[in-house]
């Protein structure tokens, strides 16, 4: 079938590419899995099908600079407002290793909650001082909405690249 309608190959992989990143753009909005590696992953996908070509190469560089920065955009973010609000960077480190321990212990929500919850703990015995703990914690949750309103665009961004080199 596919030698008689070589277009309906086209449509479909185009299809699927696209289902598969708007999966992963969900999936930056609710935090279930990491959504600017899914579209990479989708991106490398219809490349290694359908072909990468000049223009291929070029956007799926541009894709996977985006996906490489969006993976750490969040660490750095979270870590530089807690740090703005008074934590020291030694104490965001404490709590940014908590977060990726969180993630294993209770993925989606697990990370996050353990990265708070461990600059609270830290930053109260650090100053006994439960307001200026909930500021430092306050300040990384800020970080963490600016994130993900980035790492959102940034996957827009990769999802128009993809766009022109898959129909231009």
């Known amino acids: 079938m596919s030698d008689w309608f070589p277009w309906l190959n086209d449509i479909l992989l185009k299809g699927l590419t696209l289902t598969v990143m708007l999966i992963g753009l969900l999936g930056l909005v609710v935090p279930i899995m990491p959504g600017l590696v899914i579209i990479w992953v989708a991106a490398l996908g219809y490349g290694l099908f359908a072909g990468f070509g000049t223009l291929g190469w070029v956007m799926f560089a541009l894709i996977t600079v985006l996906m490489i920065v969006g993976s750490v955009v969040d ?19 404490v709590a940014l290793a908590a977060g990726i321990l969180g993630n294993f212990a209770l993925p989606i ?37 600016w994130a993900f309103v980035i790492r959102f665009i940034m996957g827009l961004f990769m999802i128009g690249f993809w766009l022109i080199w898959a129909f231009v």
């Open 75 to 93: 660490n750095i973010l979270m870590g530089a407002k807690a740090h703005e609000s008074g934590a020291p960077w030694w104490v965001v480190l």
């Open 109 to 145: 929500i697990g990370g996050l909650v353990a990265a708070l919850l461990a600059l609270f703990l830290v930053e109260y015995i650090r100053r006994k001082n439960a307001k200026e703990a909930l500021k430092s914690m306050k300040g990384m949750l800020i970080g963490c909405g």
